[in-house]
């Protein structure tokens, strides 16, 4: 009667579920049933107001502090950065870079040098969708340029284009608008695509000074009158 009453009781532990959080319950009587009332834990509406814009949900826009502007509309506006999104960036490339490129042979002083060729060394990127729009010359390392090239920039100051003359050079100031510059940049993906070559468009009219100034060496100038200054 033993052995059959302990291998009951050893079944029915066996085959009972084990304990786990899902069937474990409170002592009878522990919690009791919250009772909601009226006007206890939000009432009728849930502290959402009975009309206006907190009942509907309609909150405001962020930004808004209350009246009939937001505060970005409350104050005059500043003049400093009139304009800013409209500004052209140029990515600066020293002299004594472009002559290290030259000596370590990623440069071909024999060809023109230009955007497509500072692009093909895959040490710059241009992205024109951040209004980057060519390259500038910078000075640094002109005392030590010996290199005889045809270079075609954005912009260059006037000591630079001294520097790229003095050694029998020829440096040319250029516009490229958005999508010429996207085939400048890299042709063969842009062949890929399958889209006609796009006519290359002038510059605006807050450069359009600069690209026909002989002193800049603007394409759009006078040939003759860049001899000029070219010899002065």
Known sequence: MTSSGVDKALSLVRNLPRISFNNLRD???????????RGRYGGKTHGCGQKGSEQRQAYMRLGHGGGQNPFYMRFSKEPYYKGWHLQREYLPISLHRIQMLIDTGRLNPEEPIDVTQICNTKLFKLDPRKKQYGFQITD??????DAKINLEVQYAPEHVIAAVEKNGGIITTAFYDAMSLQAAV???AFFNRGV???????????????????????????PDKIAEERFI
Do not use: N, W
């Open 186 to 188: 890299d042709p063969e």
């Open 27 to 37: 002592s009878v009587g522990k919690r009791k049933p919250r009772e909601r009332c």
């Open 140 to 145: 640094e390392g002109a005392d030590c340029f």
């Open 196 to 222: 006609p070559i796009p006519k290359r468009m002038l510059p605006p009219h807050d450069a359009l000074v600069q690209y026909s100034d002989p002193k800049q060496r603007g394409y759009l100038a006078d």
